[in-house]
């Protein structure tokens, strides 16, 4: 039976912290802190020499009728309380193969690595969402193991669970877990046209159809059919599923 120690994979136990590395942090929790009250989104930090939670966020979304400190303290037992089982193996998963493509990358680069993934999430009333969560090192101890990091949640805009990909700052590659397969494949982002992400752009302001439209100087049906061609590239039925794939894939 899985339990808490199976989240901390041996390729990246952190057992002694030097104090050259105790420097990196100090004040650190601050600007996470400011981030956090300025978004939506569920944000908190995983410490892996404690193995646990460093910081939880007060966004509702990720805590499931707790306060965050309460989370907080439950650390990762509260995915065994509120990930779905089928879910909670998954997670297993991605822990398992993420720290193994992170060994592959030079030390002096993972910082600049985010690995993102979808799973369903029980919430205190029994109803069931899917959430999206993007994991990002903050700081690396000297040998390159992730120490401390930054976890952001929000609402997924996909089906199902899984969606595994790893960004690279700055790269326009996407590497994508095949869960079938059992393995990693490298696709490209996909490239908004700029009439695309300027439709977004006013659509997330609130903007209607006919208010974009005289915003730019077309006529609504011009507006419609960029729509149009936008939800097929993202494979998505309407605005709000546009908005937040884009968001969610880093798309504006």
Request: a neutral charge; proline letters at 2%; charged letters at 30%.
């Amino acid at each position: 039976m899985a339990n808490v120690n199976d989240f901390f994979y041996s390729k990246n136990t952190v057992n002694d912290v030097s104090d050259d590395d105790q420097r990196q942090t100090v004040d650190y929790l601050e600007p996470v802190k400011a981030f956090a009250r300025t978004t939506y989104k569920s944000i908190y930090i995983i410490d892996y020499e404690k193995k646990g939670f460093e910081y939880v966020s007060d966004n509702p979304l990720f805590l499931c009728g707790h306060t965050a400190k309460e989370v907080e303290r439950m650390g990762y037992a509260f995915y065994f309380k509120y990930v779905t089982k089928p879910d909670l193996d998954l997670l297993l998963k991605i822990n398992t193969i993420g720290f193994d493509f992170y060994e592959k990358i030079p030390v002096e680069e993972r910082k600049n690595y985010t690995i993102s993934y979808d799973f369903h999430l029980k919430n205190n009333e029994g109803k069931v969402i899917l959430i999206n969560q993007k994991l990002t090192p903050l700081f690396l101890t000297n040998d390159g193991k992730i120490w401390k990091a930054l976890c952001i949640i929000s609402l997924s805009a996909e089906q199902s669970s899984g969606n595994i990909k790893v960004y690279k700052k700055g790269d326009n590659k996407i590497f994508k877990y095949d869960l079938e397969g059992d393995f990693w494949k490298t696709t490209e982002k996909i490239k908004l046209t700029s009439r695309e992400s300027e439709i977004l752009r006013f659509s997330i302001r609130g903007y209607t159809i006919n208010e974009i439209a005289e915003a730019i100087f077309v006529s609504p049906d011009t507006v419609k059919f960029h729509r149009r061609k936008l939800f097929d590239k993202l494979e998505v039925v309407n605005i709000s599923e546009a908005i937040a794939y884009a968001t969610n894939n880093r798309l504006i």
